[in-house]
């Protein structure tokens, strides 16, 4: 419960707690008309508009704690119907509290880039890894993010991938769920266990290097850093990011699946973002291609030549307009 209230708006939350509560007013005022000592008939008493909705109206006020029903005193049915409403009012803020502590430390400060794209390991922001696969076929996985926050400064964030595939049992052929920890390309362009960065500028756009150590002429990727995947089934990547908070101190983790027999690859490189340090991180050219690609990697490097035209920074590309902070 506490996942699935993180992860809807606050408006769509409201929205959701009034609908509840109206629903059950109507249920308690219909209820109660029906069950109520009256000289009308039930036709009478069903046809009168104005009284059902005064009723509603105060079942709905008793439904969140400001208000009263006045039960008959020989009518059971009146009386549950009065005590469901008091106690529903009595817990309705609870609720609301728990809903509000809820979205305020379910923090989820970045935005991912749509897909993963999958290009030539020439074509990586790390010169020397570029050089070291000038003559290479191999491909290599970039997996894009932002902190798109204004006001919450990230620091100490480290991102780790793994591989989901699905096999069956040399034993009895039944379906067997493995995982692989994969090699990412760390700050100095070389593989590591993890990637991390000492601080998460605002609004700036991050990239997890992830090596294929094989040629990737066509998706689905169907090997990677060793691992033939022409047999599995279900294959997934699962890219994590852990990060820490400045001043509140509290943990921020999030996560995103990337499916490799689905939509989520293309083949080519990313659009970078083009810096500017005199304009604000918003106005940087290059947000509108966030989920672009570029129309042609080029050629390998040569000599000591870069290998991305907004320069060696691990940093990209972001949605055209502006995100809510």
């Known amino acids: 419960m506490r996942w699935w209230i993180a992860a809807r708006s606050v408006s769509a939350l409201i929205l959701m707690t009034l609908g509840a509560l109206t629903a059950l007013a109507v249920v308690i005022a219909t209820v109660w008309t029906l069950t109520e000592e009256s000289g009308r008939s039930m036709g009478e008493r069903l046809r009168d508009g104005e009284g059902l909705m005064n009723l509603t109206l105060e079942a709905l006020r008793a439904c969140v704690g400001t208000d009263n029903l006045s039960p008959e005193k020989d009518s059971l049915a009146h009386q549950l119907l009065a005590t469901l409403a008091s106690v529903t009012g009595a817990l309705a803020p609870a609720v609301v509290l728990g809903i509000v502590l809820i979205k305020m430390f379910a923090l989820r400060p970045f935005i991912w880039r749509q897909r993963a794209s999958v290009s030539h390991a020439w074509s990586t922001d790390f010169p020397g890894y570029a050089r070291l696969h000038a003559q290479s076929d191999a491909g290599i996985i970039a997996v894009r993010f932002y902190n798109h926050l204004d006001n919450l400064s990230v620091v100490d964030l480290r991102a780790r991938v793994h591989l ?162």
Request: charged content about 30%; aromatic content about 8%; overall charge negative.
């Open 164 to 325: 989901r595939y699905l096999e069956r049992s040399p034993h009895d052929g039944s379906l067997v769920i493995y995982k692989k920890w994969l090699k990412v390309l760390d700050e100095k362009g070389e593989p590591a266990d993890e990637r991390s960065w000492l601080a998460v500028e605002r609004g700036a756009p991050f990239t997890v290097w992830i090596p294929v150590d094989a040629p990737v002429s066509a998706l689905p990727v169907t090997r990677i850093q060793g691992k033939d995947l022409s047999r599995s089934q279900g294959a997934k990547l699962l890219v994590r990011l852990t990060a820490r908070t400045v001043g509140m101190g509290t943990e921020v983790v999030d996560e995103r699946w990337f499916d490799l027999e689905g939509d989520d690859f293309e083949i080519g490189r990313f659009v970078p973002l083009q810096p500017n340090l005199d304009k604000d991180v918003w106005a940087w050219r290059g947000w509108s291609g966030f989920d672009d690609l570029l129309p042609d990697e080029g050629n390998p490097p040569t000599g000591d030549g870069g290998t991305s035209p907004a320069g060696d920074a691990p940093a990209g590309t972001v949605p055209s307009t502006r995100p809510a902070s």
